[in-house]
């Protein structure tokens, strides 16, 4: 059952209230307490209300989270522990509960190596002390694909920091095709992961840019400048393309047949959400997606040799078509 950060706070606030037997706890005394310590720990002023507070008693005396907890109201006002030993913290944990988190332990040290999850790794530390003491079998099962070699990691910290105090950035910048590089400012406004490279998404003079972190020199926080922030919504901005290259251009309807042997993997794993079953025929099924025609839909395609062929559009199918030929062009040259 999940539960917010919020409800986690005033739980322990609760339980660390309950275990002093020294005071009398009312209804408002534990009221206060939450309302202080959600203070401390946001920042701001939360309003705990008296409703809030009693459900939080009710879920911690149920069995929801596992709690139990038996708080007993004495003189008609007041809240203890009837066990005075008693305290969520001291819960066993079950062989379930360490198998699920021994399980989250593993896909997450997948990540050990990787900038943004550096600070978690002390984090990540206790819980195999505490976890790993009670599992003979420590050896992970679930492997991520990952490239630990892959260049411009080490500015995940500093743009995801950009873009969460909103700060405007200084790039210094050098693409494939140029010779030089050139230095441009930014408003970072989101980091898009994409076949295991990193990409920012940038406005830069009013115009959107993606940048390869893998390209990336340097970058300089600009503290002096107002920040722009356009609330870009990934999955909104993504919608209509496969990849990372968004034009202004329309989505249109893109028709391919894959032969029977490899149509089964696009049913499983589709190019694309608007992807869609058109026609089951002996030697293959056609397939209809809805997206913008872009690098990575042609190298998508590509990718999957003479098992596909692009129906419509036209164009798209005239640009695959010149560059198999192309392909088999550099074939024919070797075999010389």
Known sequence: MPINKNALIRYKTIDKCLQ?????WTLNDLIEACSDALYEYEGKDIDVSKRTVQLDIQMMRSDKLGYNAPIVVYDRKYYKYEDPDYSIVNIPVTDKDIKVMNEAIQVLRQFKDFSLFKEMDGVLQRLEDSVYASQKDNRAIIHLDKNE?????EFIDVIYNAIQSKKVISVTYQSFSARTSSVM???P????EFNNRWFLLASHKQKMMTLALDRILNIDVENGVDYVDLQINGDTYYKEVIGVTVSNSRAQ???FWVDKKNAPYVITKPFHPSQRTIKTREDGTIFNIFVQ?????????LGFGESIEVLKPKKLRDRILKKLKQSVKNYSEVDK
Request: proline share 0%.
């Open 185 to 187: 400012q930014v408003h």
């Open 293 to 301: 025609h872009n690098f990575e839909l042609e190298r998508l395609i």
């Open 149 to 153: 070699q892959l260049k411009g990691l």
């Open 20 to 24: 002093n037997n020294y005071k009398q």
């Open 253 to 255: 309807r893109v028709q």
């Open 189 to 192: 406004q989101l980091l898009k």
